[in-house]
């Protein structure tokens, strides 16, 4: 029995955010250095923040997040544990929304009046999200203070020529409030038994506009962000199960993307990337954790895609990497995308974004019906396939291949975007331009899903179209990918049309995207299932026996909780249960050595056993990690191997569970208009009933077609 338990990820530090904001403090709620802040559109504005009382600086012995947006710590004053009493208690809060409203509350337990003096150090430097986390500034400017003693509030103004960047920080209190030397001090009087306080509000100012502060208080209100948040807590589906573990990782994960909404229109839904790092637009990364979300509420995706389609390119972009009809992959405002230091305002650097869109739309329209949103979105869906067409493939062989425009862009642009992510054999970095084999992947399935869509909306000789481009690229794919003698493909041709023989994580996606010839699935299946690809608490992206193999690199090695998802949905379409049921005991075990049940970004890749009870992260991993969340609803899903037919209001099922998941019912599952609890009994044959309280919808058990073909022809190919 594994011990390991509450493992936190980035042990020193506690933050809380709101659409594009977040304060990062270390773990008694302290802003004093790097990676600390309030950080407004990936921007710092606020980088210090010291609290004396009475020239002291409080002893805080309890600090807590509350929902999202809030953070609440606990301070000795005044000891309370003699008498006659004199106990008196600090109580540091934070509200979280355009701004930020720290309120500074003393309770009293005592039978005399206190008087305390306050001082707060202060200081904004306009650091970039991505240079504080580093710890090395790339651009710099002169910071101005100017005191208003009217309005007991300071502006510190960034003097950089291209920048119009400001942070006011006003004092609320009852006393005069003075300011010199970047300290602002105040006093606070607590009558016998009472309580006093002052608010500092830290208001961002960005071209002239200014960030309010919310109001002081735990409930969600406010901003678009917090109107997703309460939507999102109230949409999305609950889970029950005698499996506490299971059950526990359900609920965290529901409630980290219910709190991960950025608040941007047109999709104020679709989440951010993760925590702390990436409080930004990430395209393939909302709509990934929309689309494997599904089973507990569609207004993630429904989002992700509104906001993608927003967003979707309209010229020839060299140092964007954009072309029209790419899909934007990243979109940040701290100060380093906007003085073109890097691209990231708006960067397009990505072949997976675009076919993940019109994966999703399709997907989305199978669970929903939403011929609304779908009409809306289908011009940009043309857009993006025609993109496929006329840009991915850069030599026109029929796969599509990346390259890299722009002198700061990304080498990488398939889903392992990291510079040493494509490696040979012999673990030397593959050039540009790079067919990776995911992609292909993408590729078909996008072709698959738009003609769906499009057919659905009416155009269906387009989608005819479309069918038949996607099965000539997979009777193609096979025959230049597959390595026979690793029963796996390739994970990519190199600019020489050579494949990269190097085995790898790949394969799992092309499992989801259907891709992989039926008979072949279950050879697939096994090999990511051996010991040098699967660690025991997931697929390593790079397998173990090559000479590249790094366990904490960030995709040479490492264990991504995202892709133990979709190679979950994967192996289901396929019907490998053996190997589905081991991922998913895998990603909950996984999840039980955290905080929360709370899996991160990026695990290692070392071996699960008695040497290594607990794997550790990736060093700069995130959490919570949207994508990371979301793979825990698809692993049910998977296990159900559920799919939606929302014109028949009814669901197909093949469900099998594994003896350690002898039950669970769904709380508030929607498919069109209608909203049911789904309840599923393990038999004694490992299969499962599968039913629904008041007939709500239909249940009709029926394997995929991929299933059935792969059981009649179980002996396999190699």
Same mark, same amino acid.
């Given at each position: 029995?594994?011990?390991?338990?509450?493992?936190?990820?980035?042990?020193?530090?506690?933050?809380?955010?709101?659409?594009?904001?977040?304060?990062?403090?270390?773990?008694?709620?302290?802003?004093?250095?790097?990676?600390?802040?309030?950080?407004?559109?990936?921007?710092?504005?606020?980088?210090?923040?010291?609290?004396?009382?009475?020239?002291?600086?409080?002893?805080?012995?309890?600090?807590?997040?509350?929902?999202?947006?809030?953070?609440?710590?606990?301070?000795?004053?005044?000891?309370?544990?003699?008498?006659?009493?004199?106990?008196?208690?600090?109580?540091?809060?934070?509200?979280?929304?355009?701004?930020?409203?720290?309120?500074?509350?003393?309770?009293?337990?005592?039978?005399?009046?206190?008087?305390? *003096?306050?001082?707060?150090?202060?200081?904004?430097?306009?650091?970039?999200?991505?240079?504080?986390?580093?710890?090395?500034?790339?651009?710099?400017?002169?910071?101005?203070?100017? @005191?208003?003693?009217?309005?007991?509030?300071?502006?510190?103004?960034?003097?950089?020529?291209?920048?119009?960047?400001?942070?006011?920080?006003?004092?609320?209190?009852?006393?005069?409030?003075?300011?010199?030397?970047?300290?602002?001090?105040?006093?606070?009087?607590?009558?016998?038994?009472?309580?006093?306080?002052?608010?500092?509000?830290?208001?961002?100012?960005?071209?002239?506009?200014?960030?309010?502060?919310?109001?002081?208080?735990?409930?969600?209100?406010?901003?678009?962000?917090?109107?997703?948040?309460?939507?999102?807590?109230?949409?999305?589906?609950?889970?029950?199960?005698?499996?506490?573990?299971?059950?526990?990782?359900?609920?965290?994960?529901?409630?980290?993307?219910?709190?991960?909404?950025?608040?941007?229109?047109?999709?104020?839904?679709?989440?951010?990337?993760?925590?702390?790092?990436?409080?930004?637009?990430?395209?393939?990364?909302?709509?990934?954790?929309?689309?494997?979300?599904?089973?507990?509420?569609?207004?993630?995706?429904?989002?992700?895609?509104?906001?993608?389609?927003?967003?979707?390119?309209?010229?020839?972009?060299?140092?964007?990497?954009?072309?029209?009809?790419?899909?934007?992959?990243?979109?940040?405002?701290?100060?380093?995308?906007?003085?073109?230091?890097?691209?990231?305002?708006?960067?397009?650097?990505?072949?997976?974004?675009?076919?993940?869109?019109?994966?999703?739309?399709?997907?989305?329209?199978?669970?929903?019906?939403?011929?609304?949103?779908?009409?809306?979105?289908?011009?940009?869906?043309?857009?993006?396939?025609?993109?496929?067409?006329?840009?991915?493939?850069?030599?026109?062989?029929?796969?599509?291949?990346?390259?890299?425009?722009?002198?700061?862009?990304?080498?990488?642009?398939?889903?392992?975007?990291?510079?040493?992510?494509?490696?040979?054999?012999?673990?030397?970095?593959?050039?540009?331009?790079?067919?990776?084999?995911?992609?292909?992947?993408? *590729?078909?399935?996008?072709?698959?899903?738009?003609?769906?869509?499009?057919?659905?909306?009416?155009?269906?000789?387009?989608?005819?179209?479309?069918?038949?481009?996607?099965?000539?690229?997979?009777?193609?794919?096979?025959?230049?990918?597959?390595?026979?003698?690793?029963?796996?493909?390739?994970?990519?041709?190199?600019?020489?049309?050579?494949?990269?023989?190097?085995?790898?994580?790949?394969?799992?996606?092309?499992?989801?995207?259907?891709?992989?010839?039926?008979?072949?699935?279950?050879?697939?299946?096994?090999?990511?299932?051996?010991?040098?690809?699967?660690?025991?608490?997931?697929?390593?992206?790079?397998?173990?026996?090559?000479?590249?193999?790094?366990?904490?690199?960030?995709?040479?090695?490492?264990?991504?909780?995202?892709?133990?998802?979709?190679?979950?949905?994967?192996?289901?379409?396929?019907?490998?249960?053996?190997?589905?049921?081991?991922?998913?005991?895998?990603?909950?075990?996984?999840?039980?050595?955290?905080?929360?049940?709370?899996?991160?970004?990026?695990?290692?890749?070392?071996?699960?056993?008695?040497? *290594?009870?607990?794997?550790?992260?990736?060093?700069?991993?995130?959490?919570?990690?949207?994508?990371?969340?979301?793979?825990?609803?698809?692993?049910?899903?998977?296990?159900?191997?559920?799919?939606?037919?929302?014109?028949?209001?009814?669901?197909?099922?093949?469900?099998?569970?594994?003896? @350690?998941?002898?039950?669970?019912?769904?709380?508030?599952?929607?498919?069109?208009?209608?909203?049911?609890?789904?309840?599923?009994?393990?038999?004694?044959?490992?299969?499962?009933?599968?039913?629904?309280?008041?007939?709500?919808?239909?249940?009709?058990?029926?394997?995929?077609?991929?299933?059935?073909?792969?059981?009649?022809?179980?002996?396999?190919?190699?």
């Amino acid at each position: 029995m594994n011990r390991v338990r509450d493992a936190r990820v980035r042990p020193e530090l506690i933050h809380v955010s709101s659409g594009w904001n977040v304060v990062i403090t270390d773990v008694n709620g302290r802003i004093r250095t790097n990676p600390h802040g309030f950080f407004a559109r990936n921007t710092r504005i606020l980088s210090l923040e010291r609290i004396t009382v009475n020239g002291s600086e409080p002893l805080i012995f309890s600090t807590a997040r509350v929902g999202a947006h809030a953070q609440l710590s606990y301070a000795q004053l005044v000891e309370g544990e003699s008498l006659p009493r004199r106990g008196a208690y600090l109580m540091v809060e934070r509200f979280l929304g355009e701004g930020l409203r720290t309120r500074l509350r003393v309770q009293s337990y005592s039978d005399v009046e206190h008087r305390f *003096h306050v001082a707060i150090e202060v200081d904004a430097d306009f650091a970039d999200t991505d240079e504080a986390d580093r710890g090395e500034r790339r651009q710099t400017a002169p910071v101005t203070d100017r @005191w208003d003693p009217a309005s007991s509030s300071v502006t510190f103004r960034y003097e950089h020529p291209d920048l119009d960047l400001a942070a006011v920080i006003a004092v609320e209190a009852t006393a005069a409030v003075s300011y010199e030397g970047k300290v602002l001090t105040f006093d606070l009087v607590v009558p016998p038994g009472g309580s006093a306080a002052a608010d500092v509000l830290t208001q961002p100012v960005f071209d002239g506009v200014t960030g309010r502060a919310p109001d002081a208080g735990y409930s969600e209100r406010g901003d678009s962000a917090a109107v997703a948040r309460t939507a999102l807590w109230a949409e999305l589906a609950t889970l029950r199960s005698t499996n506490a573990t299971v059950a526990q990782a359900w609920q965290t994960a529901i409630g980290d993307l219910a709190c991960l909404p950025l608040g941007e229109h047109p999709g104020p839904a679709a989440p951010a990337a993760g925590l702390p790092i990436y409080q930004q637009i990430f395209g393939r990364d909302s709509l990934t954790a929309g689309w494997q979300a599904l089973l507990a509420g569609p207004t993630m995706l429904r989002d992700a895609l509104l906001l993608a389609a927003d967003r979707i390119g309209q010229r020839i972009d060299d140092w964007r990497d954009e072309e029209p009809g790419k899909v934007l992959h990243q979109g940040r405002h701290g100060p380093l995308s906007r003085l073109a230091i890097d691209p990231y305002s708006a960067y397009y650097g990505d072949w997976s974004t675009s076919p993940d869109f019109l994966i999703f739309l399709g997907q989305y329209l199978a669970w929903t019906g939403d011929l609304k949103l779908v009409r809306r979105v289908l011009p940009a869906a043309r857009e993006a396939l025609q993109w496929l067409e006329r840009y991915a493939d850069l030599d026109g062989d029929g796969f599509v291949e990346y390259e890299t425009r722009s002198p700061q862009g990304l080498k990488n642009q398939g889903w392992k975007d990291s510079d040493s992510a494509i490696v040979d054999e012999h673990g030397i970095s593959v050039e540009n331009p790079i067919a990776s084999s995911e992609l292909q992947g993408y *590729h078909y399935a996008a072709l698959r899903y738009a003609a769906f869509a499009f057919g659905t909306a009416g155009d269906r000789a387009y989608a005819a179209e479309l069918v038949a481009r996607a099965a000539t690229l997979r009777r193609r794919f096979h025959g230049a990918f597959w390595m026979p003698e690793h029963g796996s493909y390739a994970q990519a041709l190199g600019p020489d049309k050579r494949p990269v023989r190097s085995v790898n994580s790949n394969d799992g996606q092309l499992l989801a995207t259907g891709i992989v010839p039926s008979r072949y699935a279950p050879t697939v299946a096994r090999r990511l299932l051996e010991p040098d690809m699967f660690s025991g608490w997931g697929m390593r992206t790079l397998s173990a026996e090559h000479p590249a193999y790094d366990p904490f690199s960030y995709h040479r090695g490492s264990v991504w909780p995202v892709e133990s998802g979709t190679l979950s949905l994967g192996l289901a379409r396929y019907g490998c249960l053996p190997q589905l049921h081991a991922v998913a005991e895998a990603t909950f075990a996984a999840a039980a050595l955290f905080e929360g049940h709370r899996l991160p970004e990026v695990i290692s890749g070392l071996p699960r056993g008695a040497e *290594h009870p607990f794997p550790g992260v990736y060093p700069n991993a995130c959490s919570p990690q949207a994508w990371s969340a979301s793979a825990i609803i698809a692993i049910i899903q998977a296990m159900l191997m559920l799919r939606p037919v929302v014109a028949a209001r009814c669901i197909l099922v093949d469900p099998h569970l594994p003896p @350690w998941l002898p039950d669970f019912t769904l709380e508030g599952v929607r498919l069109g208009r209608t909203t049911f609890d789904l309840v599923v009994r393990r038999t004694r044959n490992g299969g499962a009933r599968v039913s629904v309280p008041g007939g709500a919808i239909g249940v009709i058990h029926r394997p995929t077609f991929q299933t059935r073909h792969a059981r009649a022809n179980r002996v396999g190919a190699t």
